[in-house]
C-alpha cells in the first residue's frame, strides 16, 4: 500500500532526451536510443524517485523509454519492468524519422491539422490521436483495475502523455489541444480513487536543472 488507502498513485514519467529529440526528428515507432543528456535526465529522475514505493513499473516496449525506466527502477532494486505496447510513442507513418521542418513542408495540411488541432490530427499513412487516445485510456484504466491502493510507475512518450493528459483531465480527444507538452524526463503525479483521476503534478522537471529540454516550437 502507499499509504492512501485505495487510491492508486501514478507516476508518468516522460523518456529522457532521445537522438531523434537532438537532432529535431518525429520519431513515433522508430526505435532509437537516449543521448547522454537523456540517460543523466533519467538518472536524476530516478534519484527525485528513490524514496517512492513502487509496486510495479510498466515501459513503452520503445528503447528510449525502457532506458529511461531502467534508470529509475536501478534505485528500487527487485523492481523488474512491465512492457505495456499501449503506452508507446503514436505511429507516425510517413512522418516517422523525419526532421520536423520537412514534414511541415511537404505534408503541409496533415501537420497542419497537428499543429493547430492535435485531437483531430492524423499522422499521414500513420496513426490518429483517436486511436492513441483510446489506447492509452485503455491501459490506464486497466492498469489502475490491477493496483488498487499502490503506487505504479509508467515511462511514455510525448504524444502519448499529452493523450493521457487530456482523457486524466476528463476532456474528449476533441479538446487534446488544451493539454500541453511534457518534457523529457518529466514527472506528472496521477491519483485515482473513487471521484476518479486526479493530476496533481503535470510534468514537473524542476530536479533536472540546467539538463532540461522540451520539444521545439514546430512541434
Known sequence: MNGNGERTKILIVRHGQSVGNLSKRFLGRTDLDLTDRGVEQARLTGELLKNEHIDRAYSSPLRRALDTCRQIVAFHPGLGIEKEPRIAE???????????????????????????????????????????????????????????????????????????????SGLPVEKMKEVDWVSNASVTVVFHGADGFRIETLGYDAHLGDLRSRLPKNV
Open 90 to 168: 503514436v505511429y507516425a507513418g510517413k512522418w516517422e524519422n523525419m526532421p520536423f521542418d520537412e514534414i511541415e513542408k511537404v505534408y503541409a495540411a496533415d501537420y497542419g491539422v497537428w499543429l493547430t488541432d492535435i485531437g483531430r490530427a492524423v499522422c499521414t499513412g500513420g496513426e490518429s490521436l483517436k486511436e492513441v487516445y483510446g489506447r492509452v485510456s485503455a491501459a490506464l484504466c486497466d492498469i489502475v483495475g490491477e493496483n488498487k491502493g499502490k503506487t505504479v510507475l509508467l515511462t511514455s512518450h510525448g504524444a502519448a502523455i499529452r493523450a493521457m493528459t487530456a482523457f486524466l
